[in-house]
């Protein structure tokens, strides 16, 4: 008696899932903890670096999908969201 040979097939490569849609996030959604610091503790409060990192890398990711995420412009919008945390953050000092 013969057995049935079963062969392997080609394998088809596993889809990537969609993307998720992003989280419903406005520009200054990030800072809204930093902006629920009592006034006394605000203005002796400094910022620790990663979440100042983490503010920028924030800031940035916006800039990129207000343009569409088009390539080429990565830097000029590290460089605007730093400017623009580091303003924020100031001006909340200040306050």
Do not use: C, H
Not at 26 to 47: I, R
Not at 59 to 75: H, K, V
């Amino acid at each position: 008696m013969a057995t049935k040979r079963v062969s392997p097939g080609i394998k088809k490569p596993r889809r990537k899932a969609p993307p998720t849609a992003a989280p419903e996030l406005t520009d200054s959604a990030v800072f809204v903890v930093l902006e629920s610091v009592p006034p006394a503790m605000a203005g002796s409060m400094s910022v620790d670096p990663e979440v100042r990192l983490q503010l920028v890398a924030a800031e940035a990711y916006f800039r990129a999908e207000r343009r569409g995420f088009a390539a080429g412009n990565e830097l000029e919008d590290w460089v605007a969201a730093e400017m623009a945390v580091d303003s924020r953050l100031q001006r909340m000092q200040v306050a």
